[in-house]
């Protein structure tokens, strides 16, 4: 399992959003609308996803 990613995209604007939610995204490591990161698939990373699940986009 610690070699399986996921492909988070933001796709809308954390203006707006609680605050939680806002630094739940940066700690995802995302800093603009349509920025990609590939993460590590963790209990904890898909927690975070699944907190902001209307911002971001995931892929396996």
Do not use: F, W
């Not at 933001?10 to 203006?15: E, T």
């Not at 605050?19 to 209990?43: C, S």
């Amino acid at each position: 399992m610690a070699d399986k990613k996921l492909r988070v995209t933001l796709l809308k604007s954390v203006i707006g959003c609680k605050a939680t939610h806002r630094a739940t995204v940066r700690g995802l490591g995302l800093k603009r609308i349509n920025h990609t990161v590939e993460l590590q698939d963790t209990p904890a990373v898909r927690g975070m996803i699944n907190k902001v699940y209307y911002l971001v986009k995931c892929e396996a």
